[in-house]
Protein backbone atom coordinates (compact mmCIF):
# COMPACT_ATOMS: atom_id res chain seq x y z
CA UNK A 1 0.00 0.00 0.00
CA UNK A 2 1.76 2.80 -1.22
CA UNK A 3 -0.53 5.50 -0.89
CA UNK A 4 -3.48 5.83 1.74
CA UNK A 5 -5.75 7.81 3.15
CA UNK A 6 -5.87 8.22 6.95
CA UNK A 7 -9.14 7.47 8.79
CA UNK A 8 -9.93 9.05 12.12
CA UNK A 9 -9.21 6.92 15.22
CA UNK A 10 -11.57 4.84 16.51
CA UNK A 11 -11.61 1.98 19.63
CA UNK A 12 -11.13 -0.93 18.78
CA UNK A 13 -13.60 -3.66 17.59
CA UNK A 14 -12.68 -7.00 17.52
CA UNK A 15 -15.31 -7.65 14.86
CA UNK A 16 -13.96 -5.19 12.11
CA UNK A 17 -10.10 -4.49 13.36
CA UNK A 18 -7.55 -7.55 12.12
CA UNK A 19 -5.62 -7.63 14.87
CA UNK A 20 -3.77 -10.77 14.36
CA UNK A 21 -1.74 -9.50 11.46
CA UNK A 22 -0.50 -6.67 13.17
CA UNK A 23 3.16 -6.71 13.99
CA UNK A 24 4.85 -2.83 15.71
CA UNK A 25 8.18 -5.23 15.90
CA UNK A 26 8.33 -4.63 19.82
CA UNK A 27 6.61 -8.17 21.30
CA UNK A 28 4.95 -6.67 24.07
CA UNK A 29 2.93 -4.05 22.74
CA UNK A 30 2.07 -6.81 19.85
CA UNK A 31 0.63 -9.83 22.79
CA UNK A 32 -1.27 -6.28 24.32
CA UNK A 33 -3.12 -6.01 21.39
CA UNK A 34 -3.64 -9.57 20.60
CA UNK A 35 -4.45 -10.59 23.75
CA UNK A 36 -5.24 -8.13 26.10
CA UNK A 37 -7.00 -4.96 24.26
CA UNK A 38 -10.76 -6.22 24.13
CA UNK A 39 -10.20 -7.32 27.58
CA UNK A 40 -9.55 -4.26 29.19
CA UNK A 41 -12.03 -2.24 27.09
CA UNK A 42 -14.44 -4.32 28.55
CA UNK A 43 -13.09 -3.90 32.05
CA UNK A 44 -13.00 -0.01 31.40
CA UNK A 45 -9.42 -0.64 32.41
CA UNK A 46 -8.09 1.17 29.03
CA UNK A 47 -9.29 2.20 25.63
CA UNK A 48 -7.56 1.25 22.92
CA UNK A 49 -7.90 3.47 19.74
CA UNK A 50 -6.77 2.26 16.15
CA UNK A 51 -5.50 4.12 13.22
CA UNK A 52 -6.75 2.22 9.88
CA UNK A 53 -6.93 3.86 6.17
CA UNK A 54 -9.72 4.27 3.92
CA UNK A 55 -8.17 1.97 1.79
CA UNK A 56 -8.00 -1.09 4.19
CA UNK A 57 -10.68 -0.08 7.13
CA UNK A 58 -10.12 -3.19 9.05
CA UNK A 59 -6.01 -3.63 8.80
CA UNK A 60 -4.62 -1.63 12.07
CA UNK A 61 -2.23 0.98 11.22
CA UNK A 62 -1.16 1.54 14.76
CA UNK A 63 -2.75 1.84 17.71
CA UNK A 64 -2.48 3.51 21.54
CA UNK A 65 -4.61 3.00 25.03
CA UNK A 66 -5.65 5.43 27.51
CA UNK A 67 -6.04 4.90 30.97
CA UNK A 68 -7.05 7.22 33.91
CA UNK A 69 -4.50 7.54 36.56
CA UNK A 70 -2.88 9.39 39.56
CA UNK A 71 0.58 10.74 39.93
CA UNK A 72 2.08 11.20 43.74
CA UNK A 73 2.77 15.49 43.46
CA UNK A 74 5.84 15.28 45.38
CA UNK A 75 7.40 12.83 42.70
CA UNK A 76 6.81 16.20 40.30
CA UNK A 77 9.17 19.23 40.04
CA UNK A 78 9.55 21.40 43.33
CA UNK A 79 8.04 24.31 41.39
CA UNK A 80 5.32 22.68 40.07
CA UNK A 81 4.22 20.54 43.21
CA UNK A 82 4.35 23.89 45.12
CA UNK A 83 1.39 25.14 43.30
CA UNK A 84 -0.70 22.42 43.68
CA UNK A 85 -3.20 21.46 46.37
CA UNK A 86 -1.95 19.60 49.38
CA UNK A 87 -2.86 16.00 48.05
CA UNK A 88 -0.97 13.37 47.54
CA UNK A 89 -2.07 12.38 44.62
CA UNK A 90 -3.02 14.07 41.10
CA UNK A 91 -5.22 12.49 38.52
CA UNK A 92 -3.91 12.02 35.10
CA UNK A 93 -3.78 9.86 31.82
CA UNK A 94 -1.82 7.33 30.91
CA UNK A 95 -0.92 6.93 27.92
CA UNK A 96 -0.06 3.23 28.46
CA UNK A 97 0.63 1.56 24.84
CA UNK A 98 1.76 2.99 21.63
CA UNK A 99 2.66 1.12 18.41
CA UNK A 100 2.84 1.59 14.62
CA UNK A 101 2.94 -1.47 12.77
CA UNK A 102 6.48 -2.30 11.07
CA UNK A 103 5.20 -1.28 7.47
CA UNK A 104 4.50 2.19 8.30
CA UNK A 105 7.54 2.97 10.82
CA UNK A 106 8.95 5.05 7.44
CA UNK A 107 10.27 8.22 8.48
CA UNK A 108 8.75 10.73 6.38
CA UNK A 109 5.15 9.08 7.11
CA UNK A 110 4.92 10.63 10.63
CA UNK A 111 2.34 8.27 12.14
CA UNK A 112 3.90 8.17 15.19
CA UNK A 113 3.18 12.40 15.34
CA UNK A 114 -0.65 11.52 14.03
CA UNK A 115 -1.26 9.23 16.92
CA UNK A 116 0.22 11.05 19.62
CA UNK A 117 -1.73 14.39 18.34
CA UNK A 118 -5.06 12.62 18.54
CA UNK A 119 -3.99 11.34 21.89
CA UNK A 120 -3.61 14.87 23.11
CA UNK A 121 -6.90 15.94 21.73
CA UNK A 122 -8.95 12.59 23.30
CA UNK A 123 -7.20 13.65 26.41
CA UNK A 124 -7.36 17.11 26.40
CA UNK A 125 -11.37 16.43 25.79
CA UNK A 126 -11.58 14.06 28.49
CA UNK A 127 -10.21 16.43 30.86
CA UNK A 128 -13.01 18.62 30.33
CA UNK A 129 -15.21 16.49 31.80
CA UNK A 130 -13.20 14.56 34.45
CA UNK A 131 -10.18 16.50 35.07
CA UNK A 132 -6.56 15.00 34.41
CA UNK A 133 -3.43 17.08 35.33
CA UNK A 134 -1.37 15.39 32.64
CA UNK A 135 -0.52 13.20 30.22
CA UNK A 136 1.80 10.51 31.40
CA UNK A 137 3.89 7.84 29.39
CA UNK A 138 5.83 4.82 31.15
CA UNK A 139 8.64 4.26 28.43
CA UNK A 140 9.09 1.12 27.48
CA UNK A 141 12.26 -0.22 26.15
CA UNK A 142 12.54 -3.38 24.13
CA UNK A 143 13.73 -4.49 20.85
CA UNK A 144 13.36 -1.38 18.78
CA UNK A 145 15.05 0.95 21.26
CA UNK A 146 14.84 3.44 24.01
CA UNK A 147 11.05 5.94 22.22
CA UNK A 148 12.54 8.35 25.31
CA UNK A 149 13.54 10.93 22.93
CA UNK A 150 10.40 10.56 20.60
CA UNK A 151 8.46 11.78 23.51
CA UNK A 152 10.82 14.70 24.61
CA UNK A 153 10.88 15.70 20.85
CA UNK A 154 7.34 16.58 22.00
CA UNK A 155 7.11 18.34 24.50
CA UNK A 156 7.20 15.25 27.49
CA UNK A 157 9.38 16.51 30.50
CA UNK A 158 10.89 13.63 32.87
CA UNK A 159 9.81 13.19 36.22
CA UNK A 160 12.83 14.16 38.62
CA UNK A 161 12.80 11.31 40.66
CA UNK A 162 11.22 8.32 38.29
CA UNK A 163 12.84 6.42 35.69
CA UNK A 164 11.89 5.57 32.54
CA UNK A 165 8.23 8.00 33.13
CA UNK A 166 7.66 11.37 31.43
CA UNK A 167 4.30 13.57 31.45
CA UNK A 168 3.32 16.70 29.71
CA UNK A 169 0.67 19.22 31.63
CA UNK A 170 -2.34 19.24 30.45
CA UNK A 171 -2.29 23.37 30.11
CA UNK A 172 0.61 22.59 28.01
CA UNK A 173 -1.33 20.19 25.34
CA UNK A 174 -4.26 22.91 25.39
CA UNK A 175 -1.83 25.82 24.28
CA UNK A 176 -0.69 23.56 21.38
CA UNK A 177 -3.87 22.04 20.38
CA UNK A 178 -5.09 25.90 20.52
CA UNK A 179 -2.08 27.04 18.03
CA UNK A 180 -2.54 24.47 15.72
CA UNK A 181 -6.39 25.19 15.39
CA UNK A 182 -7.67 22.02 16.77
CA UNK A 183 -9.24 23.26 20.02
CA UNK A 184 -11.05 27.02 20.34
Known amino acids: MDKFTLKATEPLNTNKHDRKDFSSGVVKLDTYLWQQADKESKQNISQTFVLTSHEKPNSIMGYYTLSASSIQIDNLPDEIAIRLPKYKHVGVTLLGRFAIAEQFQKKGLKLGEHLLVDAKLKTWKASQV ?24 YDFIAFPKTNNKLYLPMKTIERMLKANGLIK
Do not use: N
Not at 132 to 150: H, Q, Y
Open 130 to 153: VASFALVVDILTAEKGDPTDFYLK
